[in-house]
């Protein structure tokens, strides 16, 4: 199977070594991924890497982090949406050239990466993994090697030849570069390592932790290089309309991050909001799903005078239960991640507020949770239109008959039957004009494929979105 990710990645210029730094940036974006981690540094005259499964603070020992030097380097965080824990997928990759070693870290899903790999196959390419990530470096430098060992040429030409969402950073030697897609699916910022250097980094929660000072987000198609003096920006080959991926700002980046000039916190309060007026309902309490639902639940509050309360207690020592990969985890990491808090539930008509619903499986344990605990009424309340087509970019969203909200339904059909499969009272979901005016973009420049919008780039019998005027 193909191995795509969704993933975290953070690259450091410094004049001081930056193992560290990577690690705790690595740290910050650990909801980003779980199954493994990795750091890559530049130091005398190769780069050094050092790899493991599992969270960053178990992938690597104290001694490793410290002994990693090197005052340049690259780090990632996995979070895999398909294929297994294979060791050979954990980033970031290492490939020797005739411009030495290039390490590459990636955010994201290569559309045409089969395509792709079956023709290098066909001119006598072999792989080491089943990564699109390798097609992708492998590529760089082949077409380095074109370019007179020409990075920054490299990368242009790799951009012509790659379909989908990638935020990248790479070691080309003793070089630095960072590449978002043209469209900016996947989200990408650079911030000034004062006084020591600059960061770039998927979220900015992960310059926050290092201190640095924000500088702004790496531009769509742009290709970015680390300097001792500044970021050199070689060429931005935009498309006429971005597409920012909605899943960012409803689930999958952390709350205190600012994604492309919006506050992911202030998008999740503005979507409880959207959800108040759009779906009312006679409750007493309201209770977020820790911690994704929280801001949503606050805004739902607000607008609707229903107190919020926390109905739910998180277990912090167990992993973010979306990630997982097999249904029968997720339902025993369920058991042991919430437990319900009776003295906020019992007798209650309680408003239950979360990011998203994707299968159902999570929803219809903690509705079951809440009622066992003495809920009079449980209604459901989602921050995201039904999600409803498979992500093709990066989120592990990838088959129809794994949505619990079907297509070519009316709105108040799918939320009647999702009602039923999960035992709620009632469900509502935020619309998706809601979603757009509460996250504060044009619909032409985000990505909307998976609630049935199209999508941005081409996909296999899939339809393209259609712009407005366009």
């Known amino acids: 199977m193909q191995a795509s990710e969704s993933c975290g990645i953070i690259g450091i210029f410094s004049s001081r070594q930056c193992s560290i730094d990577i690690f705790y940036g690595l740290r910050a974006l650990q909801h980003r991924g779980q199954e493994s981690a990795g750091i890559a540094t530049f130091h005398e005259d190769s780069v050094h890497r050092i790899l493991g499964p599992g969270l960053v603070h178990n992938a690597f020992t104290r001694d490793q982090v410290r002994n990693l030097n090197g005052a340049r380097g690259i780090g990632h965080v996995r979070y895999p949406t398909t294929g297994g824990a294979d060791p050979r997928n954990i980033q970031p990759l290492v490939v ?13 899903d290569i559309v045409n990466s089969s395509d792709l790999r079956n023709e290098l196959h066909g001119k006598g390419w072999s792989f080491l993994s089943r990564s699109d990530s390798e097609i992708i470096v ?10 007179n060992g020409d990075p920054v040429l490299g990368i242009q030409k790799a951009m012509d030849r790659l379909v989908g969402s990638y935020a990248l950073v790479m070691l080309v030697g003793d070089r630095v570069f960072t590449v978002r897609d043209p469209h900016g699916i996947k989200p990408l910022c650079l911030g000034q390592l004062s006084p020591f250097g600059l960061v770039v980094a998927s979220e900015s ?7 640095a000072r924000f500088l702004r987000d790496v531009a769509p198609g742009e290709v970015l290089e680390l300097t001792a003096e500044r970021a050199v920006s070689h060429s931005v080959r935009a498309s006429p309309n971005t597409a920012h991926c909605m899943f960012e700002y409803v689930y999958f980046s952390r709350p205190d991050s600012v994604l492309d000039g919006r506050s992911v916190y202030k998008a999740r309060t503005e979507m409880g909001r959207a959800l108040a007026r759009e779906f009312p309902v006679e409750a007493d309490v309201v209770v977020p799903v820790p911690d994704s ?12 005078g229903i107190p919020m309360r926390e109905g739910l207690i998180k ?32 007798g209650k008509r309680v408003v239950l ?20 605990a003495g809920a009079m009424e449980v209604h459901v309340r989602i921050g995201s239109p039904p999600i409803l087509s498979p992500c093709y970019y990066g989120i592990d969203m990838k088959t129809r008959d794994q949505f619990i909200a079907k297509p070519n339904q009316k709105r108040e059909a799918i939320c ?25 973009k044009s619909e032409d420049d985000m990505c909307l494929g998976c609630l049935a919008r199209g999508y941005p780039t081409s996909v296999p019998k899939e339809r393209t979105r259609k712009l407005r005027g366009k």
């Open 416 to 440: 009647a039957k999702v009602a039923k499969s999960i035992n709620a009272n009632t469900v509502g979901y935020v619309t998706v004009e809601g979603l757009v005016r509460a996250i504060g």
């Open 315 to 346: 277990n912090r020592y167990v992993h973010r239960t979306f990630i997982m990969g097999e249904s029968e985890k997720r339902k025993r990491a369920m058991s042991l991640k919430l437990t319900p808090n009776r003295a906020v539930i019992q």
């Open 96 to 108: 020797s050239s005739l411009a030495g070693d290039v390490a590459l870290a990636h955010n994201g």
């Open 293 to 304: 639902g929280r801001a949503h639940a606050l805004g739902f509050s607000e607008v609707s």
């Open 353 to 372: 507020l979360d990011d998203s619903i994707v299968r159902g499986t999570t929803m219809g344990q903690i509705v079951q949770m809440l009622r066992k």
């Open 138 to 147: 492998r590529i760089i430098i082949h077409e380095m090697s074109r370019s």
């Open 205 to 211: 929660c992960a310059l926050d932790v290092l201190g």
